[in-house]
């Protein structure tokens, strides 16, 4: 079984406004430098809610994550990396059973990759401070990703 390393939405103004995502990004520069030497795909999931916003310099994926010419990019229009995209369409035929995921934002398309993943029968890996949010009208980034951490 194959791992990949995927990288779900760490677009320019996500990074730029995200509650310590200086650290997350040290985080996944680590997990991304971890799947190369291993050989690990590595697989970025960029959010474009509307087809204008995919010009927007604020929606493209961070400079930051040093993408290679070669790693997959996915766009999803949903919180879940697999809903109406072919990327479990191309896990299964690439045999990548095992994913590492990392990114943003953790409550909303963390978590809703992460249960749907589950149900796909993924061996799943999160790594702690490898995610993060904003603040809530309910909750700090910094208890979300506490509580997100524990579970």
Known sequence: MKTALI???VQNILVETGFQSDKM????SFLQHQARSKGAE????QHIENPEDSALEDWQLSPLLNRKSDEKVFQKKYNSIFKETDLKDYLDKED????????MQTEYCVDASVKVGFEF???????EGAFTTFDGEEASAEKINTFYQKI
């Open 42 to 45: 590595i697989i970025y999931i």
């Open 96 to 103: 990548i059973g095992r994913l590492v995921l990392c990114g």
């Open 25 to 28: 990004m040290d985080k996944i």
């Open 121 to 127: 029968d993924y061996k799943l890996v999160i790594p």
């Open 7 to 9: 990288i779900i939405d």
